[in-house]
């Protein structure tokens, strides 16, 4: 979906549903965006040491094709006043498209909330797009974000969404989006 829009997608760079979605993107011919990953740094590591998923896999997946490196760690617990790779994702989005995950997906829909002034939007402009069985996402989450009850729906939200911030979508999605 976020290929057929034209734009990049921009993950964590790990594994995953974050892999999949960097499979899915990259796979899509003539599309005109990049797979961008932001790598953290391992934890406790030194500040030039990419994170490793839990089976030593390292950052990033094979399915990014831009990794931006950063010295941040992928979360943390006082994600209000310390910086993390989560907030990169977050703060540099046009949009948002949650799918079901785990701790990391939460933390970034915290920080969704915290930060994109959301509520402050007609439920039409929107930016954080949830997407997957409601029930997978936190109360607090699908009060202030839109569902989307298919990649379609979800697709057409996000299309309208980046139109008007200026984003020029391909002519395509526009024909897809309208019907």
């Known amino acids: 979906m976020v290929a057929r829009l034209g734009a990049h997608l921009l993950t964590g760079s790990g594994y995953g549903v974050m892999a999949a979605a ?11 965006g990049w797979s961008i990953g932001v790598v953290p740094r391992e934890p406790d590591g030194p500040l030039d040491m990419p994170n490793r998923a839990v089976d030593g896999r390292p950052y990033p997946n094979p399915s990014v094709e831009i990794a931006i490196f950063t010295p941040l760690p992928p979360r943390v617990a006082d994600w209000r006043n310390v910086p993390a790779r989560n907030h990169i994702n977050v703060f540099t989005a046009d949009a948002i498209v949650g799918l079901p995950g785990g701790v990391g997906t939460r933390n970034e829909l915290d920080m969704a909330a915290a930060y994109r002034d959301e509520s402050a939007r007609s439920r039409e402009e929107r930016r954080t797009v949830l997407v997957g069985p409601i029930e997978e996402f936190a109360p607090e989450h699908r009060a202030l974000f839109v569902h989307a009850e298919t990649i379609a729906a979800a697709e057409r939200h996000l299309s309208r969404v980046l139109a008007a911030r200026g984003f020029p979508l391909r002519p395509e999605v526009g024909e897809r989006a309208a019907s």
């Open 22 to 32: 960097a499979d899915g993107f990259v796979a899509v011919k003539d599309r005109a």
